[in-house]
């Protein structure tokens, strides 16, 4: 029995695949690939035949758009994405309230802070890409239906969509990243926790070639009685997100016609016949994390293990970067670099990591659709003045976010953090390329002072790189805003720890060669 992709065959019942994935979504398909890129053999089992065609997502920030870059994809998903200009808060009135302009230029990420993009469109790209990989198969049309650790590796039971036949693989570690209604997520044992935000949301996206004309950034109407967001996501695409009140469903607004009054304030010079509607849906926004994201050899990773409200733009980016997190741990204990106990450190980095997210997300969402008349009163008084707040409008802006907390593979002191745990910044290097592109996928010492030879030697042996902070670069001025000389940057681009002598950090950097190839054993469990 074999499995087919791209013209090449994989026997599935006599050897075991090092790493099976569940779900062909965002997350899935990243973390497909980078394990592709450090030389695991991995397989994606995608219930659909093909991208699924509804738009979803539509946000990401700048240090996703890093983790495109790792994935070898940035300048394709820079042609179909447009940088966002910042975030409008307006009254019931569509007066506006606060403005927080954005660089569309970015800035530490090396990228926009926030860009607006189509999720069907990425995910054929993140396929595309897919394919070009070797050591990455993934397979359509294929229902999984049971996942269960047995021994020393994992069953994997799913139903080929197409011949309904059942066929049977194992693998060394299985990755959930099939969204919401998770089937893996009952083979860790995990349940999701509710963190008491509900609300029922009307998603509009419009096709058209007249110019709405409207400022090219996030419009956010705070108003109780209809909250509402709107935006430009494409060339000719838009946006339209409406709170529902009592009893409305999606078939009240079916057509253009009957959403006219609710788009009219961006559309009103528009004939309905030059509006195409793309799609029309109800979703139910929730907050909910799961108690455990990891039983055995089994993980959790996106929806699987969280789900964001969408007030802040982080609901897919949190699954790629999950993605991110644990890819290069697994990859290490797979070719036997790292020892097996640092896959611990995944959910121990992520978990409180998603739910700082989540609860910013759902705080931004009750600021903006709560409080009645009351509330309204408030925010026009306070949003004008919210600039004024120490801190608030680059918090705001920056699209960085918080650290990861300590784990084993972040060192962080206890007193006084600095960058440990933090994103290195991408800066620009004096021959013209980025960090993300010299380091690629290694570890890396970023240092401001000259490291000996003995040192050089031993991080090229190690498979690392050596980024020299010169003096007026942002690097160098990270380096000194923590009061550090150095840092050991992990391959995922966190800082893992940071000090005054690099050839501490350089002792403490692990052998971790990219270009290693795991392939699949020879042998069942």
């Known amino acids: 029995m074999t499995i087919v992709s791209a013209g090449r065959s994989l026997p599935v019942t006599t050897r ?5 994935l569940v779900g062909a979504g965002p997350a899935g398909l990243t973390a497909a690939t980078l394990l592709a890129q450090y030389g695991i053999e991995c397989l994606v089992l995608e219930r659909w035949d093909g991208v699924y065609p509804q738009p979803r997502a539509v946000h990401l920030d700048g240090e996703i758009r890093r983790i495109l870059g790792y994935l070898g994809v940035g300048d394709e998903f820079d042609a179909i994405s447009r940088p966002v200009l910042g975030l409008r808060l307006l009254d019931p009135g569509l007066r506006v ?27 054929a790209i993140l396929r595309a890409n897919l394919a070009r ?3 990455a198969t993934l397979r359509g049309n294929a229902e999984v239906t049971t996942v269960a650790e047995e021994n020393d590796c994992v069953r994997v039971d799913f139903t080929d969509g197409t011949t309904g036949r059942a066929e049977t693989i194992r693998a060394r570690y299985v990755l959930g990243c099939d969204g919401a209604n998770s089937l893996v997520r ?14 029922r949301w009307l998603v509009v ?6 110019d709405l004309g409207h400022w090219d950034g996030v419009h956010q109407v705070c108003d109780p009685a209809r909250a509402t967001t709107y935006m430009r996501i494409g060339k000719t695409r838009y946006r339209w997100e409406f709170r529902l009140r009592t009893g409305e469903t999606a078939d009240d607004y079916a057509d253009i016609a009957r959403l006219r009054p609710l788009i009219a304030p961006w559309t009103a010079d528009v004939p309905d016949e030059d509006l195409e509607l793309v799609r029309v849906a109800a979703y139910t926004f929730r907050a909910q994390l799961a108690d455990r994201w990891r039983g055995g050899r089994i993980f959790l990773l996106g929806d699987a293990a969280h789900l964001t409200p969408p007030f802040i733009g982080q609901g897919m980016g949190a699954g790629l970067r999950d993605a991110a997190n644990l890819t290069w741990k697994l990859a290490g204990v797979l070719r036997g670099e790292l020892p097996e106990r640092v896959l611990d450190t995944y959910e121990a980095e992520r978990k409180p990591h998603a739910l700082w997210m989540i609860r910013l997300a759902k705080l931004t969402g009750v600021m903006m659709t709560q409080g009645g008349e009351l509330g309204n009163r408030l925010r026009s008084l306070i949003a004008p003045r919210l600039h004024r707040l120490p801190g608030f409008t680059r918090m705001l802006t920056s699209g960085e976010s918080p650290p990861l907390r300590r784990s084993g593979l972040v060192n962080a002191p206890l007193l006084r953090r600095g960058p440990a745990g933090r994103l290195a910044p991408n800066d620009r290097l004096p021959d013209g390329r980025m960090v993300d592109e010299v380091v690629g996928g290694r570890f890396a010492i970023v240092a401001a002072v000259d490291l000996t030879p003995e040192d050089r030697v031993r991080v090229e042996e190690r498979g690392g790189v050596v980024l020299a902070a010169a003096p007026g670069t942002e690097l160098h001025r990270w380096l ?6 150095a840092a050991l940057v992990r391959p995922d681009g966190a800082v893992q720890r940071c000090g005054r002598s690099p050839s501490a950090l350089c002792a403490a950097l692990p052998r971790f060669a990219p270009g290693v190839r795991q392939t699949a054993s020879p042998n069942d469990c």
């Open 186 to 199: 009952g083979a860790v044992g995990a349940r999701m926790r509710d963190l008491r935000f509900e609300q």
């Open 480 to 485: 000194r805003r923590g009061r550090v000389s």
């Open 133 to 135: 990989h070797p050591d």
């Open 97 to 123: 309230l606060a403005q927080f302009d954005r660089d569309p230029a970015g800035t530490r990420s090396g990228h926009p802070e926030a860009n607006l993009f189509d999720q069907p469109e990425l995910e």
């Open 16 to 20: 075991m695949i090092p790493v099976v």
């Open 205 to 210: 996206d419009i096709a058209t070639t007249a």
